[in-house]
Every structure is written in C-alpha cells, then in structure tokens.
C-alpha cells in the first residue's frame, strides 16, 4: 500500500524559507505514469494546489506560487521536496504530498498533513 | 474567490440523497476531467470521484459523479452520519494553465 509522509519545521517565522520533503513508501517515485504534488489547506479553508514534479525533476507550478516555489526529487531517497521562500503568515497552513493520477489532474493518494505556522 | 463555483452547505436526512454541484467554465470544467474528494474533520481528503464518474477501489457505489456541460455534480444516495464533512472538486484549467478547486461544500447529516 502506497504512502507519504511529510516532513518539516511546524513553526517558522516571517521571510523564512519553508522547506518540507514527502517521503514515499509502498512504492516508486519513479513511477512514469504519475506525477507527485503538494497542496495545502490554511486553516479553516479549502484546498490550494500548490504545484507537481516528475521524477525526471519536470515540474509545474501553480501561477499564484509560482514565484517563490521550487520542487525537487530525490529518487535515491524516494522522496520529494518543497520550498516556499520569502513566507508570511498567510502562508500558514496544513500542508499535504499526495501523487496525481496518471490519466487526470487527480490525486489518489495523499499524505496526513503537516501544520506550518508562520509568525513574526 | 475559487474558479469552480461549490454550494457553502447542503445537508438531509439520514438515508436521504444530496447532491453537489460544481460550476466552472469551458477552459476548466467544460473540457478536463473533474474529480472529487471528501475530508472528513482532522483527516486528509479522500479521493472519491476521478475522471467525471469513475470510483477508486474501495469506494462505495453511493458516491456517483456526471458532468454536463460547465457543471459538475457529486451524488451521494443512502446517507449516513459518517458523510459528514466538507467535499471539493478539482480539475485543471487550461486556459490559466493552472491546478482549480472548489471552494468546498460541508455536508451535514440531520
């Protein structure tokens, strides 16, 4: 059974560079047919698409993020990783991995979430 | 403000049937596939509905999606109190070039 774990600092502070990794296991990242997203949820909101990679390190981003984030792979480590720099404390969220489905933009598998807390 | 328009709330009774709908455009909803998930409180979302109307592995056959046109619907027949929580849809916009969800619909179960 595929899962992914997030990991990263829960509390950050204004102008930091937030930087979290998902952890895949159960399976291969190098998986061809999906890609691997994060997403996030502040609180008490909806859900806000973040961006996707591939694991060639092909990547695309979502147009309100996309000038401060940047994905990377590791596929020696199976894992995947996310950076948000120059944070505020709208930034402040419940941040999840999740894999997108290989025919669609879905995503079938998700991690449990991770609390980012930005503060001055 | 979401690009795909979600009711707030719905709700009904116990055994009853809801739906929800999804309301987008043609470079969203009117031409990419729409799925749908359901987060329960304190949990991560669940994938419940893919490509318009398929279902995952696992999930029941009380859960149904369509989709005409711009709009997109969710139907959930035979409700139970274990339903309760918020439900998004999701696609792709291809005129933004972007990932769109719904603003999300809480369900509640009288």
């Known amino acids: 059974q595929l899962q992914l774990q997030e990991s990263g600092p829960g509390l950050m502070k204004t102008s930091e560079t937030l930087s979290l990794t998902c952890t895949v296991s159960g399976g291969s990242i190098t998986n061809r047919f999906h890609y691997w997203a994060w997403i996030r949820q502040p609180p008490g909101k909806g859900l806000e698409w973040i961006g996707s990679i591939y694991y060639t390190g092909s990547t695309y981003y979502s147009l309100s993020l996309k000038s401060r984030v940047t994905m990377s792979v590791d596929t020696s480590q199976n894992h995947f990783s996310l950076k948000l720099n120059s944070v505020t404390a709208a930034d402040t969220a419940v941040y999840y991995c999740a894999r997108r489905g290989s025919s669609s933009f879905f995503f079938d598998y998700w991690g449990q979430g991770t609390l980012v807390t930005v503060s001055s | 403000q979401s690009v795909l328009t979600q009711p707030p709330s719905v709700s009904a009774a116990p055994g009853q049937r809801v739906t929800i709908s999804c309301s987008g455009s043609r470079s969203n909803v009117g031409n990419q596939d729409v799925s749908w998930y359901q987060q329960l409180p304190g949990t991560a979302p669940k994938l419940l509905i893919y490509?318009?109307?398929k279902r995952p592995l696992g999930i029941p056959d009380r859960f149904s999606g369509s989709k005409s046109g711009t709009s997109a619907t969710l139907g959930i027949t035979g409700l139970q109190t274990g339903d309760e929580g918020d439900y998004y849809c999701v696609t792709w916009d291809g005129s933004l070039s972007d990932g769109v969800f719904g603003g999300g619909t809480k369900l509640t179960v009288l």
């Open positions: 490509d318009n109307n």
